[in-house]
């Protein structure tokens, strides 16, 4: 279990919970809007371990000191489910009392539904990037197998787990349209949530060249889709 970082607490990426979150390092993706660089292309990401990396043990170590302080833990990245031995390490912050919450980008169904079948995971969070047609150059590929990603969400809806999807949404990666479309694709699903991009010297793909949607627009067009994806709801735009 390669761990490249620790935030020992968050009031706000489990929700409902009080949680410390594990960063993995590499992604099978390369979103433009991602704020997670070093993660994905840093040095964390090379083969082998690497003297950033955090031990296994030595996060379960402060986890055990955090019983009965936090409720969950979440794994994010990156990509957490990249890592052959997730299960196992997931097992072993249940077992110190921890509730999980997993971050996925959809890219990997066998493994998501090993870990929902074996009672591992407790909340799953998904990014569903952007309608069928927009999805490559979205995360950054010329082409791409939607199989994954379709097969990813079917694992959740037919699932016991709670889930959200979640889409952050951008001016130039993201129309009306886009969304519309997407909205038709999320249906009926009881958790979306829209976020805005945020701009950033550290994003994948450069500063300067993604740009926000305006707020009010953004929530004009929410209601609108919500005949079509009724958990629709905008997250940070308060
Ligand atoms: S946003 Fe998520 S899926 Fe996209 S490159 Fe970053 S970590 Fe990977």
């Not at 110190?96 to 493994?111: E, H, I, Q, S, Y």
């Not at 870990?115 to 791409?144: F, H, I, W």
């Not at 829209?194 to 950033?200: C, E, G, M, S």
Request: glycine share 8%.
């Amino acid at each position: 279990m390669r761990i490249a970082g620790l935030q020992k607490l968050t009031l706000l990426d489990f929700p409902g919970k009080t949680a410390a979150t594990v960063f993995t390092p590499g992604c099978n993706f390369r979103c433009p809007f991602c704020h997670n660089a070093d993660l994905v292309t840093g040095p964390a990401t090379r083969a082998g371990s690497h003297e950033g990396d955090l031990s296994a043990a030595d996060v379960l170590a402060f986890l055990e000191k955090r019983r009965g302080l936090l409720d969950g833990v979440c794994l994010t990245g990156g990509k957490p489910l990249i890592q052959p031995d997730l299960a196992d390490f997931c097992a072993r912050v249940r077992d110190l009392g921890f509730a999980v919450k997993l971050d996925t980008n959809g890219g990997f169904p066998d493994r998501l539904r090993a870990l929902a079948e074996a009672n591992l995971v407790d909340y799953v969070a998904m990014d569903v990037k952007n309608a069928p047609e927009r999805y490559a150059k979205t995360v950054g590929a010329s082409m791409l197998d939607l199989a994954p990603i379709e097969e990813s969400m079917e694992v959740l809806r037919a699932g016991s787990v709670p889930f959200e999807f979640r889409t952050t949404v951008t001016r130039e990666l993201h129309a009306s349209d886009d969304l519309r479309a997407l909205a038709r694709w999320i249906g009926d699903a009881s958790a979306w949530f829209l976020q805005n991009y945020r701009d950033a010297e550290s994003v994948l793909g450069g500063a300067g060249r993604l740009h926000p949607w305006n707020v009010d627009e953004l929530r004009a067009l929410a209601d609108e889709l919500r005949a079509s994806a009724p958990g629709i709801a905008l997250r940070g735009m308060d």
